[in-house]
């Protein structure tokens, strides 16, 4: 399993772009990098998800070296609302013999400050 | 309709009870899954269906017993739980499995 180390919290003001970064040095081949969002007491959100290079969509932006070994979600202008647990996953979209690899890391604390 | 629901929103029960979890969507997915989540932890996957087969069970103790009747249901069965099986249990779904999950709000699970 392609296990993922995010910072455990960051901080940052509204208005402000964040930057979150997820390591994943032993990604396979075959894998995909997805952020999920979450706000306490509710299901996660999808965000974004990408192989390589960069992904772009009307809340984020996902940044991916040559390598793969480490990910980016950017976060443009956050406001208060944005205060929730970032999770960085890294799997193959889809289901093989049994096997499960898109799992949940530690995820990172973000707290939007006024 | 792009949701999932769930029910109970709340449910606190006793050691001997027995009940169910249930899980709804209506997005034609065809892979469902089972996550618990620990306060301040992040979700740990129980259980995944896909084309309402059993696809995958993360070594989840026997008291918990999962059953996807249809394409849109799934439901999790509950007997003889522990006090440290107190948490949000979310469902998900997914069009096949790995892809954009989607999360219902979760049922807050009371065991005493």
């Known amino acids: 399993l392609a296990k993922t180390t995010q910072p455990i919290s960051m901080d940052s003001y509204e208005g402000q772009e964040v930057n979150i970064t997820c390591s994943h040095n032993n990604i396979a081949t075959n894998d995909y990098i997805t952020w999920y969002q979450q706000f306490p007491s509710q299901g996660p959100r999808f965000i974004i998800q990408?192989?390589?290079t960069k992904v772009t969509n009307e809340v984020a932006s996902l940044f991916i070296p040559a390598d793969r070994k480490s990910s980016t979600l950017s976060l443009p202008r956050v406001s208060l609302s944005d205060t929730a647990v970032y999770y960085c996953?890294?799997?193959?979209?889809?289901?093989?013999?049994?096997?499960?690899?898109?799992?949940f890391g530690t995820g990172t604390r973000l707290k939007v400050l006024a | 309709d792009t949701e999932v629901t769930q029910t109970p929103k709340h449910l606190v029960m006793g050691m001997t009870n027995k009940k169910s979890l249930k899980c709804e969507q209506h997005m034609g997915h065809r892979a469902m899954y089972w996550y618990k989540q620990k306060a301040k932890k992040p979700p740990e996957l129980m259980f995944v269906?896909?084309?309402?087969?059993?696809?995958i069970n993360e070594s989840v103790p026997s008291r918990f017993s999962p059953e996807c009747p249809n394409s849109s249901l799934l439901n999790l069965h509950l007997h003889a739980l522990q006090p440290e099986d107190s948490a949000l249990y979310l469902c998900?779904?997914?069009?096949?499995?790995?892809?954009?999950?989607?999360f219902g709000p979760g049922t807050r699970l009371t065991v005493l």
């Open positions: 996953l890294v799997g193959a979209p889809y289901l093989t013999s049994g096997t499960y690899k898109y799992i």
């Open positions: 990408g192989y390589k």
């Open positions: 998900a779904s997914s069009r096949s499995g790995g892809n954009e999950q989607f």
């Open positions: 269906y896909s084309y309402e087969k059993l696809s």
